[in-house]
C-alpha cells in the first residue's frame, strides 16, 4: 500500500490569490493524479502529474489557472491561481504504485475562496 | 474508459446484505471492475476489484456475469459505518499508467 500526505489540510484565502497543494507519498510512483471534488458531488480528473515532463490536462482545465510540479517520484503540487469563490472546492490527490491497478488518494485539501 | 451507470443513492438496515449494481455497457476486454468507498472528509478507498465470476475479500463480495456489462458489489451485514459513497470505476488493467474516472457513485445510508 501507499500512503499519502497532503498539505495543506483546508485552508480560506482571499480571492485573487493563489494557493499551493502538496502531496507527499512514501513509496515512488510513476504518476500522480488531481481530483477536485465539490460538495456532495463525485471526484473530477484535473491533471495527471508526469515525472519529467509536462503534466497532462482534462478537458476544461489550463495550465495558467491549475499549475502542477512533479519534481520527483515521491512529490507532486498543485496550484490554485487567481482564486475566486468558484474555486472552493475539495482537491484530492491520488497515485497508483508501479504495476498496481489500485489507487491510492490523500485525505484532501479543503478549500474556501472568501 | 467505458462509462459506468449506478444508483444514485440506496438506504439500508444495520445487519442486511446490500448490493449495488452498476452497469458498464462498453466495457473493453482489458478493463478491470474496481470499487472504491468513500466516507466524508476523507479521499477514495479501494475496496474490491474483479475480471469476471466472483471476487470476495474481508470487506465484501464483487459479482460479475459472463458478459461482463454489468457488476454487483455485494456488503455481507452492513452497519452504521457502511454509509459511504460508492463508486464503480472501469480501470485498464494496465492502469498503473492511465487514469481514473469517476462516475457519479452510489451514496448508501445505513439506518439502525
Known amino acids: 500500500s501507499a500512503v499519502i500526505s497532503q498539505k495543506p489540510s483546508r485552508d480560506i484565502c482571499q480571492r485573487g490569490t493563489s494557493l499551493t497543494i502538496q502531496c507527499q507519498v512514501d513509496s515512488q510512483v510513476t504518476m500522480m493524479f488531481w481530483y477536485r471534488q465539490q460538495p456532495g458531488q463525485s471526484l473530477t480528473l484535473i491533471a495527471t502529474?508526469?515525472?519529467?515532463?509536462?503534466?497532462?490536462?482534462e478537458s476544461g482545465f489550463v495550465i495558467d489557472k491549475f499549475p502542477i510540479s512533479r519534481p520527483n517520484l515521491t512529490f507532486s503540487t498543485l496550484t490554485v491561481s487567481n482564486m475566486s469563490p468558484e474555486d472552493s472546492s475539495i482537491y484530492l490527490c491520488?497515485?497508483?504504485?508501479?504495476?498496481?491497478?489500485?489507487?491510492?488518494f490523500g485525505q484532501g485539501t479543503r478549500l474556501t475562496v472568501v | 474508459l467505458a462509462k459506468t451507470t449506478q444508483p444514485i443513492s440506496m438506504d439500508s438496515y444495520e445487519g442486511q446484505e446490500v448490493n449495488i449494481t452498476c452497469s458498464h455497457n462498453?466495457?473493453?476486454?482489458?478493463?478491470?471492475i474496481t470499487w472504491y468507498q468513500q466516507f466524508p472528509s476523507q479521499g477514495p478507498r479501494f475496496i474490491i476489484q474483479?475480471?469476471?465470476t466472483k471476487v470476495t475479500n474481508e470487506v465484501a463480495s464483487l459479482f460479475i456475469p459472463a458478459d461482463r456489462k454489468s457488476s454487483t458489489l455485494s456488503l455481507p451485514r452492513v452497519s452504521l459505518s457502511d454509509t459511504a459513497v460508492y463508486y464503480c470505476l472501469v480501470v485498464s488493467r494496465y492502469s498503473s499508467a492511465s487514469k481514473i474516472i469517476f462516475g457519479s457513485g452510489t451514496r448508501l445510508s445505513i439506518r439502525p
Open positions: 491520488s497515485a497508483h504504485l508501479q504495476g498496481a491497478t489500485e489507487a491510492f
Open positions: 474483479g475480471y469476471k
Open positions: 462498453n466495457i473493453a476486454t482489458n478493463d478491470y
Open positions: 502529474a508526469n515525472q519529467g515532463s509536462e503534466a497532462t490536462y
